[in-house]
Every structure is written in structure tokens, then in C-alpha cells.
């Protein structure tokens, strides 16, 4: 369990609906929402003793590519600038 100050980096990717053609993912998904519930997780599973020890977060938002699936990349560092 991480118990010191870290930062938290969140990629998100999102399936692309078939009729959408814009290059990034902007209409639906709020990126506040889905944050906010990664961080709960992390709280919940123990990884981490509570979200407010999270002192900077790093977050993105994309659309799958043929290499990247639907999901989150989810890293945690306790050494941070």
C-alpha cells in the first residue's frame, strides 16, 4: 500500500463509435468522472491509503487504435518533479 505522497498518470482509451470521425473523444466520457472513479478503486482495492494523498495527476483521453484495446494505463509514482 502506497502511503506517501504520489502522483497518479491515467491514459484512458475509449471505443470509437462507428459513425464518429473526430480525432479525439470529446463529446461523451467526462474525463472528471472517470478520474474520480479510478480514484475510488485504488482506495477500495488498498492500493493506496486514500486518494487525497495524491498530490498531481497526469490525465489523457484517446480513441482505441488497432494496437491500443479499450481501458486505462494506470502508473503511480512516489518520485515526481
Partial sequence: MFDEPIQVDLHFWLPRPKT????????????????????????ISKLIKDDGQIVRHYLAKDYETETVRPGVLITIRTRFN
Wanted: proline share 4%.
Fill in 20 to 43: 464518429v470521425t473526430r480525432e479525439y473523444p470529446t463529446a461523451k466520457n467526462d474525463l472528471d468522472k472517470m478520474t474520480r472513479l479510478v480514484n475510488d478503486a485504488l482506495t
